[in-house]
């Protein structure tokens, strides 16, 4: 059956999969949604046998119809190779009542290379198939760690160039040593002066900027997306989920069939958003428990059914979650208003004219689906400490975030069901933090520095992805405010 996709604000036709992925984002403004969520019609015996590569061909090939089986395959073999450090590419780790799955052994150590490593292999493919004859400029915001897997999946990779804007101030001193010495003649970074959701909200602009498309178009260019509204983002993102439900068939930790609790630290919603779907496609998910920072809108959004972006941005532990506008959760609401395009786009249109939008208590009533809490800082600390105290396993801030409402959720509801988190970054991406939280202050030590104490401290081998930028020269080093991002654009494509 083709799975076609439509906008969530409904002014444009429904397009293939291949379109939807070169899009990125619907000439309305609105995101890209399957217009029918496909049902798993694997056995999860067959599944339970599987590669990590074979789960994501079956997961895949539902929803990317247009694709044939040796495209799709070619995407995955190229993906999910030598750049992770584990033949499982995402293992589970059983520690302190929970299984945590590693999302974290590619080349950037961070979830975002599940999807990142494939998503450049989309792109090029649907390219030929829609015979276009442009370069493609991936044009992306980062809140640090889909800017560097980006850029690691894109660079070199003919017919495209990347564009990665990210917060100066806002990410890990790591995270931004990763995207200041990417390599590749066709990978440009940049630093903004303002947050995440000032770059997030400046490349929407440019993505909408009509009189920008045709300049790039006279020039030869036109832009796509590798931020997480793109769907070809958002479906490897499943894959994850229901390989990780049948390795727990596999080993005997699950029955076939039983109900397991999902926990994702979340910020633009996608990575949960996946779960759903994945839920939706009929894998045995009872809760899906959004983690929040301490910028709480999704937690909010959740308890009141406010989304109000109005508030003190919160700089964090947990940077890749400093998010205000979660652009991702507009699939959701899309589905809450019974797929009417109308309301969406008026809701949408509320929160960025006003900063807020209410759903009423029938869309409401829809999300008994989810728990939303959150952890501050001083948790999100404690939860590293006790998860390292009680099983000797070390955690990011991130992923601390996700244990630390786990336990809040099992507190509230003495709900024990097997339950998966989502172990989203390395503890290496946040050393200074997760050394703090474990009692070792090493305030004489320099990030690196930092990287050998927690080495020594835990056991746990330095990723290859850190050894790399441990002496890697700095090639990137240009920094706009938010409102010259589209001059930074013209001029890196010199486009006058």
Not at 182 to 198: E, L, P, S
């Amino acid at each position: 059956m083709q799975v076609l996709y439509k906008s969530t604000r409904g002014k444009e036709q429904a397009v293939t999969a291949s379109m939807a992925i070169l899009k990125g984002l619907s000439e309305d403004g609105g995101l890209f949604v399957p217009d029918s969520i496909p049902k798993l019609d694997v056995s999860m015996e067959k599944l339970a046998q599987m590669t990590y590569q074979e789960t994501a061909y079956e997961v895949m090939s539902r929803f990317l119809t247009d694709f044939t089986e040796e495209e799709l395959k070619d995407c995955i073999r190229k993906a999910y190779d030598s750049k992770f450090d584990t033949e499982k590419i995402a293992p589970l780790h059983e520690a302190d009542g929970a299984y945590f799955l590693e999302l974290f052994h590619g080349a950037t150590i961070a979830f975002k290379d599940m999807a990142l490593s494939i998503l450049p292999h989309l792109m090029t493919t649907a390219a030929k198939k829609n015979d276009v004859k442009n370069e493609i400029v991936i044009l992306t915001a980062t809140s640090g760690d889909t800017g560097k897997a980006a850029m690691a999946g894109f660079a070199d990779v003919p017919g495209t160039k990347i564009i990665v804007f990210y917060p100066k101030h806002g990410v890990s001193p790591i995270q931004e040593k990763q995207m200041v010495t990417q390599k590749g003649a066709n990978t440009y970074v940049v630093g903004i002066t303002g947050n995440f959701d000032d770059a997030q909200t400046a490349v929407k602009k440019m993505f909408n900027d009509r009189e920008m498309a045709s300049e790039l178009d006279k020039a030869g260019f036109q832009f796509s997306s590798a931020n997480s509204i793109n769907i070809g983002r958002l479906v490897p993102q499943i894959v994850y989920y229901v390989y990780a439900y049948a390795t727990l068939v596999r080993d005997g930790k699950i029955k076939d069939g039983q109900e397991i609790n999902v926990v994702v630290p979340t910020g633009n919603f996608g990575n949960i958003l996946a779960a759903y779907y994945a839920k939706q496609m009929g894998l045995p998910i009872h809760k899906l428990i959004c983690a929040s920072n301490e910028n709480r809108v999704l937690y909010d959004f959740f308890r009141t059914g406010t989304y109000d972006r109005r508030r003190d941005f919160i700089l964090t532990t947990s940077p890749s979650m400093d998010i205000l506008i979660s652009s991702n959760l507009e699939r959701l609401i899309y589905r809450l208003t019974g797929e009417n395009a109308e309301k969406c786009a008026e809701l949408m249109k509320s929160l960025s004219e006003g900063g807020e939008y209410t759903i009423t208590e029938d869309m409401k009533a829809q999300l008994g689906d989810f728990y939303g809490n959150f952890c501050s800082e001083e948790e999100t600390a404690q939860a590293i400490s006790e998860t390292y105290k009680n099983s000797n396993y070390v955690i990011d801030t991130h992923t601390a975030v996700a244990a630390g409402v786990y336990k809040k959720y099992v507190g509230e509801t003495e709900d024990h069901i097997p339950t998966v988190i989502a172990s989203t970054a390395s503890p290496y991406k946040f050393t200074r933090s997760v050394m703090e939280a474990l009692g070792e202050d090493h305030k004489e030590l320099d990030d690196f520095g930092l990287v050998d104490a927690l080495s020594r401290f835990s056991g746990v081998p330095i990723p290859r992805a850190v050894e790399e930028i441990r002496t890697a020269p700095v090639l990137h080093d240009r920094v706009v405010d938010a409102p010259d991002m589209p001059d930074a654009v013209r001029d890196i494509l010199n486009i006058k």
